[in-house]
């Protein structure tokens, strides 16, 4: 490995990266208090607020040893002053061995991993990137599924801006998945990703009915259809109800699909679902804990 | 008759000859003050003559470009593929062709493109080089920023100078 690798994109991390990523991810899970960064420094670094993934961090950085530095919103920070991201990821950077990073702006983490000293890892940059979110979802398929190869995915909602469907399309490409895309039109998995299956040789479908293909997934991943995505508000009104799902409709599906979704759920997830054994996307987020602390056991190049 | 007709009649050439340097033709009109910027053309000491709307058997109307007394780098040619993909480059000594350059498209550019997404860091930090990977897709070349992965078409590159 590298002296000084970051994680910024799921796309710095090869197939094999993220196979290592799993078996520790499990490794971390059977034992959970493994004080291997202890008298390391990590800066978390959340340049705008995001409650769940900075406690997500910050539990995997306490339990591998770590100490936390940092701050969950700029208010009160030189950034409030007008203070560049360059010198605030300069200065920061000789504080800490490793800065976990969520920024507004897109390209934001790449850039700072140029400008540190120490490595990067990307807790969301703006609409871009989420590749801890990544690794997660795919070591969530892993743990209920028994492997990640042809897995028959079925992404539901906002396919044309959500990050997390984009990433998630990227990494199980590795894989070999089948995708089923169910959208409204206006928010359907922009071309350049299908046609980034097309030419790998993956099989997509396209549909807007959630209840077509879903006897056939082993996944379910839902996303939130939001009202401000919608030019039309009346084209929302019309489609919105389309992408609830509840928990009758899930009579059908196989023995071993579960229910993922990146979190928060508003409304696109009934609460009667909540109580239905394929419902993981609980389960989901206590794995982000071991997920995160692989990644920066592997980055530290202590496992 | 047209005074482009005309002049063709007469022998005339459109934009003078010029004794040395170098010749950007077949330019599409559209595309001849991205040219013109990216090659910072409209701050050299060189003497330039151009014009535009042109006929052209190959692509319909085009811009020319003449620079006197100036050479492009092969990093500048390649440049100007982005912009202006059917333009032709030739090497003029003496009043004659002495060579003509093929214009390759590069792979990867740096520091004269803007990315098109207003959310990329790249459009809030100052000081940062824009960085692309260059890519062909569905025919027409496309660039990838390095830093938010969003996609500049060729349409949209719009030069920094």
């Not at chain 1, 801006?161 to 169910?182: C, I, N, Q």
């Not at chain 1, 071993?256 to 979190?263: A, D, R, T, V």
């Not at chain 2, 990216?38 to 000491?45: E, P, V």
Request: charged share 25%.
């Amino acid at each position: 490995m590298k002296e000084k690798q970051s994680l910024v994109s799921i796309h710095d991390f090869t197939k094999e990266d993220i196979l290592r990523i799993m078996e520790l991810a499990a490794d971390f899970e059977a034992n959970p208090d493994q004080r291997l960064l202890y008298g390391k420094v990590v800066a978390s670094l959340f340049f705008e607020p995001s409650t769940r993934t900075r406690l997500s961090f910050e539990s995997a950085i306490n339990r591998l040893g770590a100490r936390v530095i940092g701050f969950s919103e700029v208010n009160n920070t030189s950034v409030s002053k007008g203070e560049t991201l360059h010198d605030t990821i300069t200065v920061i950077s000789n504080y800490c061995d490793m800065i976990v990073m969520r920024h507004p702006i897109e390209g934001a983490a790449r850039y700072a991993s140029e400008v540190s000293k120490v490595p990067v890892v990307n807790a969301g940059d703006g609409a871009n990137q989420h590749p801890s979110q990544t690794l997660l979802d795919l070591y969530s398929i892993l743990k209920t599924q028994g492997r990640l190869d042809n897995i028959n995915i079925m992404m539901v909602g906002d396919l044309k801006y959500g990050r997390t469907v984009h990433s998630l399309l990227e990494a199980l490409s590795h894989f070999k998945a089948e995708f089923t895309f169910v959208s409204p039109p206006e928010l359907q998995m922009p071309t350049e990703y299908k046609m980034q299956l097309y030419e790998r040789g993956i099989s997509y479908y396209e549909t807007s009915d959630i209840m077509e293909r879903m006897e056939m997934a082993d996944i379910i991943y839902m996303t939130r259809v939001q009202r401000e995505r919608f030019s039309d508000i009346m084209e929302y009104e019309r489609v919105k109800n389309a992408y609830i799902l509840h928990n009758n409709m899930l009579a059908k599906t196989k023995p071993n699909m579960k229910i993922l979704h990146p979190l928060p759920r508003v409304n696109e997830i009934a609460t009667d679902v909540d109580s239905n054994p394929k419902a993981y996307y609980f389960h989901q987020t206590e794995n982000g804990v071991y997920t995160r602390m692989a990644i920066m056991a592997y980055l530290f190049g202590v496992k | 008759m047209s005074q482009q007709q005309d002049n063709h009649k007469k022998g005339i050439l459109e934009v003078s000859a010029i004794e040395n340097g170098t010749v950007i033709d077949h330019i599409p009109p559209t595309s001849l003050f991205k040219v013109i910027k990216l090659l910072n053309l409209d701050s050299t000491k060189h003497q330039v003559t151009f014009g535009t709307n042109l006929k052209s058997k190959r692509i319909g109307t085009k811009a020319i470009i003449k620079i006197a007394d100036k050479y492009c780098a092969d990093e500048e040619i390649s440049y100007i593929s982005l912009v202006a993909p059917t333009a032709r480059l030739s090497i003029i000594r003496d009043y004659e062709v002495a060579e003509k350059r093929q214009i390759e498209v590069p792979t990867y550019v740096e520091g004269f493109v803007k990315c098109g997404n207003p959310m990329c860091v790249t459009n809030h930090e100052p000081h940062i080089k824009t960085r692309f990977d260059v890519f062909t897709r569905g025919g027409e070349l496309a660039l990838r920023c390095k830093y938010c992965e969003k996609i500049t078409t060729q349409e949209q590159i719009e030069v920094i100078r």
